[in-house]
């Protein structure tokens, strides 16, 4: 069965430092990944997804994340945090055919500091 | 609507009662899907509706909830005999299904929070 890991249950960086949410999944196939962010009191939006081509994805925000096959990964990245970001973000596998559906990881939390 | 319906927003009630929570997803979406959420316990998936197959029930928790999809649009999740474990947001999701840029994406809505006293 399909399953998502996010190792870090908490995360805090500083304004304008660097980021990496890592995101470690298991799948049978090839995977359909997908980042999502939920902000404060808000909805879930979708971030950046991956379903096949260039392993390298950019998302909405300034955020990207890279697929590496070989480590069964999925890490999220931004070069320079904003204190907007401040969020939970969950990394979600499913199949490209919509047979089955999404499974998500337990999210990270982001905290940004001054 | 533009965005996935959610209704009620927030819903307390009493152990033991039964509870309905709405959804009308985004038109022409073939796919809809219910997740709860709990406190550091990230999406749970419930069920799944794709067009006219079979739903897949594989994660309702209980014989206690049920849900169902009318004329492939509005679904109804509903909760009985409601215990206090029962607590979380209940978000809605829908998908356009196998078509489109937007293949296998999910739009949320805000969710309903349910609050078992």
């Known amino acids: 069965a399909q399953s998502v890991t996010q190792p870090d249950i908490h995360i805090t960086v500083s304004e304008g430092a660097s980021l990496e949410l890592r995101c470690n999944y298991s799948y049978g196939a090839t995977p359909y990944l997908f980042w999502y962010v939920q902000s404060p009191g808000q909805g879930l939006q979708l971030l950046l997804k991956y379903f096949s081509g260039d392993t390298l994805v950019q998302g909405i925000k300034g955020f990207e994340a890279e697929f590496k096959r070989s480590q069964s990964s999925f890490n999220l990245r931004k070069p320079s945090v904003h204190w907007s970001d401040a969020a939970e973000y969950f990394c979600?596998?499913?199949?490209?055919?919509?047979?089955?559906?999404?499974?998500f990881g337990k999210g990270t939390r982001l905290s940004v500091i001054a | 609507g533009a965005g996935v319906s959610q209704s009620p927003s927030n819903k307390v009630t009493e152990k033991g009662k039964d509870v309905e929570l709405r959804c009308d997803p985004i038109?022409?979406?073939?796919?809809l899907y219910w997740y709860r959420q709990s406190l550091g316990q990230g999406l749970e998936f419930l069920i799944y509706f794709q067009g006219n197959s079979a739903p897949d029930k594989s994660g309702l928790p209980s014989d206690r909830f049920s849900a169902e999809r009318t004329g492939g649009s509005v679904s109804t999740l509903t909760i009985q005999r409601t215990q206090q474990e029962d607590s979380a947001v209940y978000l809605c999701?829908?998908?356009?299904?196998?078509?489109?840029?937007?293949?296998?994406?999910?739009?949320f809505g805000e969710g309903s929070r349910l609050t078992v006293l």
């Open positions: 999701a829908s998908s356009p299904g196998r078509r489109g840029p937007n293949t296998g994406e999910l739009f």
């Open positions: 038109s022409g979406h073939t796919a």
């Open positions: 979600a596998v499913g199949d490209f055919n919509g047979n089955t559906p999404l499974v």
